[in-house]
């Protein structure tokens, strides 16, 4: 089979661990399952991106602010669009409930109601987030012998890989951004032990 992405892909990235191959073997044990929480994890990251454009620190967004975050809404519902086809087509279907302990534990990080460190941190999060399934994209097209599967990763990680990016530049755009580069250091360690204590599972952000 022709390679997709590789290691060289992974390196690009600014994670502080980097997942071993193995885990693609949980995840891929049951495909059905894994598209499954992949569409609710695309639904939640355009939600996530409209919420973000309701919470700039002034009465009127910047252009640059409205662009960034009704694109990546616009990019993550086409990838949920993308995902929910190919699980009905294979026989699946989306859950009505879903819950993503590893997201979960990086919100708690945030220091809310804070002003300025409270937005910082929620673009912070959502840096981590995307860094962190473009990994798992790369490891997936990487991984998967199915030719649908290993097309629909290399994709995704062509599309989304720049979104981490966004979201930092945005961070540091903010009116009175202080500490940004600290802040980043520190929750690239905290992403780091987060995910490594995730179960196991047919999840994006599932453990080893």
Request: hydrophobic share 40%; net charge negative.
């Amino acid at each position: 089979m022709e390679r997709l992405l590789g290691e060289a892909d992974r390196e690009l990235l600014p994670l502080r661990w980097k997942t071993p191959d193995e885990w693609a073997d949980t995840a891929l044990a049951d495909p059905l399952a894994l598209l499954d929480d992949h569409a609710h994890l695309e639904r939640k990251a355009a939600i996530n991106a409209l919420d973000l454009l309701l919470r700039w620190p002034g009465p009127v967004p910047p252009e640059n602010w409205v662009q960034a975050m009704t694109g990546i809404s616009i990019d993550e519902v086409s990838h949920l669009q993308t995902v929910t086809r190919l699980l009905a087509r294979r026989g699946g279907r989306l859950t009505r409930w879903h819950a993503n302990p590893y997201a979960s534990e990086l919100h708690k990080l945030v220091r809310r109601g804070r002003g300025n460190e409270d937005i910082i941190d929620r673009l912070i999060v959502s840096a981590l987030i995307e860094a962190r399934s473009c990994e798992r994209f790369c490891i997936l097209a990487e991984a998967a012998t199915d030719e649908e599967l290993r097309k629909l990763y290399a994709g995704l990680w062509k599309s989304e890989a720049g979104h981490y990016r966004v979201f930092l530049g945005l961070a540091k755009d903010l009116p009175r951004a202080m500490g940004v580069d600290e802040r980043w250091e520190e929750m690239l360690a905290a992403e780091s032990e987060i995910v490594r204590r995730q179960k196991p599972g047919p999840r994006m952000h599932g453990g080893v």
